[in-house]
C-alpha cells in the first residue's frame, strides 16, 4: 500500500516484502558478512518461520537469497527458529537452530553448507545427526531453545547456552560436546533468574585497557527487554559470575530492540551486534503495508573504560552514507524556542549529530527517583514538561506545523554535588495522528560529571522514515524507537532542534546529514 511504502526504510535492513524477526547467526566469512533472520515467506505475520538469508560486503547492502533452512523433517516441522553461527578453527561453519516438532516439542539442530566453494554460502545441509540436543528428563521442552554462538575451552570441548524456564525460575543451561554432534548437558544451570522465559542467549568476552570481561545477554520475553550481565568466567568451572551490583543486569538500548545477537568480526576486530525492532502498529496495518519488522542498524559493542557498563555506537560503515551535510555551531536557544534544520533534502532520512552546551546547573532539578523509573519518567514527563534544564532535544519526523513529531529529548537532574543525572527520552507520544499504534515513550539515565565535561552533551540521531535510533553520551546509551507518522512522511518531513527547559542552552555543533538509501535485493 501507498503508507506502508513510504514508512518503509530506506538503509536500515528489511526485505522486500513479509515478515522477519529475530537476526540468526551473523558471521563474518572470508569477506562476505552473512545475516540469517527469521523470515515468513508468505505473509507480514509470524508464522512459517524459515531462516532468511543475506550477504553483504559492507554491512549496508544486502543481497537476500533464498532460505537457508526450512522446516522439512521431524524435528523441524513447525518452524526452525532462532540460533547461531559457530566458525571453527579450521574455516568449518555450523549453524545450530532451534526446531519445533509437531507438538510444539523443541530440540536443536545443525545445518552446513554444502559447498564452500560457493562465497554466497547459499545452499545448507542439515546433518543427518539431527537432533543434535533435545530436551532431557525434567526440562521443559516446549520451552528450550535458541542456541548461542559455540566457543570452545581450554579442555578443547566446544560450549553452547540454551535458555529455558522451570516452574519457578528462567534457566540458561550449558552443553559440552568434543565433536560439535555429541552434547550433553551441563550439571548446574550458567545463569538463572526469575524473570520468566528468556530468549536468544547470547555470550562473548570482551576487553578493555587489558581486563577481560564476559557478557551474557538474554532476552526477556516479558518485559520484551534484552538484559546484559557483566561478570567473571572460568573455563575449568563454567562458572559466570556477574560483577557486584550487576545482578539486575543492564541494558544495550532502552527502546524497541529486542532478540538481539552478537558476533565478532574478525576483519575489523569488533563485536557487532544485530537486534530486531518490532512493529508498534496494529497486525492489519501489517496486513496494510505488506512487511512487518526491521532491523536496528548493526552497533559496534565495547566495554567502558571503568568496566561497568557496555557502550554502542552505529558500524563506522554507516558514515559513508552520508551525502549532503548541514553544519551549525555556537547556536543559542532560548526557554521555549526552536529551529528548524533547514537545508536538509529529505530529513526523514538523516543522520543528526548534535552537541549541547548546557549552564545554569544550579537550576537543574534534585533527580529524586531510582535509575530503573526512567522510562516512567519519560511516559510522565516526556519532552514537552518545562524542567530547570531540559527537556532539549530534536524534533524528527515532524510536520510543518509540529503537531506530529517524535522528539529525542535530553532533561538534566541533579545527582549529588559534582555528578548529574541525564534523562534521555524518546518522546512518540506526539509521533503519529494514529491512534491504532504504540506510542510508548522509552528512555534511561546517564550519569556525568558535567562540570568535567564543559557542560557538553552529545545526541546523535539516526532517522529512517519509520525507525529512529538515539545515542547519547558517545554511546553511553541507545534508545530505539519506531514510529508511524501519517503526515510527516517522505519529503513533507522535516527535523528540529528544540528547547523547552527554563534555562537557556547552546548548540555548540550540529552536523546533520542525508543518509544514501541502500540497496537489498
Ligand atoms: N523468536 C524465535 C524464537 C525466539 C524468539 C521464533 C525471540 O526462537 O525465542 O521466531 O523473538
Redesign the pocket.
Known amino acids: 500500500s501507498e503508507s506502508g511504502e513510504k514508512l518503509r526504510t530506506s538503509f536500515h535492513f528489511q526485505p522486500a516484502r513479509n515478515w522477519i524477526?529475530?537476526p540468526n547467526g551473523p558471521m563474518y566469512y572470508r569477506g562476505f558478512y552473512h545475516l540469517f533472520v527469521?523470515y515468513n515467506p508468505t505473509g507480514p505475520h509470524?508464522r512459517n518461520?524459515v531462516w532468511g538469508h543475506a550477504v553483504s560486503s559492507d554491512l549496508l547492502s544486502w543481497v537476500f537469497l533464498e532460505p537457508a533452512i526450512a522446516p522439512s523433517a521431524p524435528y523441524d516441522a513447525k518452524?526452525t527458529?532462532?540460533g547461531s553461527a559457530t566458525v571453527l578453527p579450521d574455516g568449518r561453519i555450523n549453524l545450530m537452530y532451534?526446531g519445533v516438532q509437531v507438538h510444539g516439542r523443541q530440540v536443536q539442530n545443525l545445518a552446513v553448507p554444502r559447498n564452500y566453494s560457493d562465497p554466497f554460502l547459499r545452499e545448507w545441509v542439515k546433518s543427518q545427526l539431527n537432533p543434535v540436543i533435545v530436551p532431557g528428563a525434567g526440562v521443559n521442552s516446549t520451552e528450550f531453545?535458541?542456541p548461542s554462538t559455540a566457543w570452545r575451552g581450554a579442555d578443547g570441548l566446544w560450549r553452547v547456552l540454551l535458555a529455558t524456564k522451570d516452574h519457578r525460575r528462567h534457566l540458561v543451561l550449558l552443553y559440552r560436546s568434543t565433536d560439535f554432534t555429541h552434547w550433553s548437558a551441563a550439571r548446574r544451570p550458567f545463569h538463572e533468574g526469575h524473570t520468566g522465559m528468556v530468549?536468544?542467549a547470547d555470550f562473548f568476552p570482551l576487553s578493555s585497557a587489558g581486563s577481560v570481561k564476559h557478557v551474557l545477554k538474554i532476552?526477556v520475553l516479558e518485559s520484551r527487554r534484552d538484559v546484559y550481565f557483566l561478570g567473571a568466567y572460568d573455563d575449568s568451572t563454567d562458572k559466570f559470575l556477574p560483577d557486584d551490583g550487576n545482578d539486575d543486569g543492564l541494558q544495550l538500548d532502552f527502546g524497541i530492540f529486542?532478540?538481539s545477537k552478537s558476533f565478532f568480526d574478525p576483519s575489523r576486530r569488533r563485536r557487532v551486534v544485530w537486534a530486531?525492532a518490532k512493529e508498534q502498529d496494529a497486525t492489519a496495518d501489517d496486513e496494510q503495508k505488506g512487511w512487518a519488522g526491521v532491523l536496528a542498524i548493526p552497533r559496534e559493542v565495547w566495554l567502558a573504560h571503568d568496566g561497568r557498563q557496555l557502550m554502542t555506537w552505529l558500524v563506522a560503515e554507516v558514515d559513508s552514507l552520508r551525502t549532503n551535510r548541514v553544519h551549525i555551531a555556537d547556536m543559542t536557544i532560548q526557554s521555549g524556542d526552536y529551529f528548524e534544520i533547514a537545508g536538509l533534502q529529505l530529513p526523514a532520512q538523516a543522520d543528526l549529530d548534535v552537541e549541547f552546551q548546557v549552564s545554569n546547573l544550579e537550576r537543574a532539578e534534585p533527580f529524586q527517583w531510582r535509575a530503573a523509573e526512567a522510562a516512567d519518567l519519560c511516559a510522565a514527563r516526556g519532552a514537552d514538561v518545562q524542567g530547570g534544564v531540559g527537556p532539549f532535544g530534536v524534533w524528527v519526523l515532524a510536520s510543518r506545523d509540529l503537531r506530529e513529531r517524535t522528539a529525542v529529548s535530553i532533561s538534566v537532574f541533579k545527582a549529588d554535588e559534582r555528578k548529574h543525572m541525564i534523562l534521555f527520552c524518546n518522546d512518540v507520544s506526539n509521533s503519529s495522528y494514529s491512534d491504532q499504534v504504540d506510542k510508548h515513550n522509552y528512555g534511561g539515565l546517564v550519569q556525568l560529571d558535567l562540570a568535567k565535561a564543559g557542560g557538553r552533551i552529545s545526541l546523535r540521531t539516526l532517522v529512517d522514515n519509520c525507525i529512529v535510533e538515539a545515542f547519547g553520551s558517545h554511546g553511553k546509551i541507545a534508545i530505539l524507537s519506531r514510529v508511524y507518522p501519517t503526515s510527516a512522511v517522505g519529503n513533507k518531513a522535516r527535523a528540529f532542534v528544540f528547547n523547552k527547559g527554563k534555562s537557556t542552552i547552546v548548540v555548540s555543533r550540529l552536523d546533520a546529514y542525508d543518509m544514501a538509501s541502500v540497496k537489498i535485493s
Open positions: 524477526n529475530d527469521q509470524w518461520i518452524g527458529w532462532s532451534t531453545r535458541d530468549e536468544c532476552s529486542y532478540a530486531w
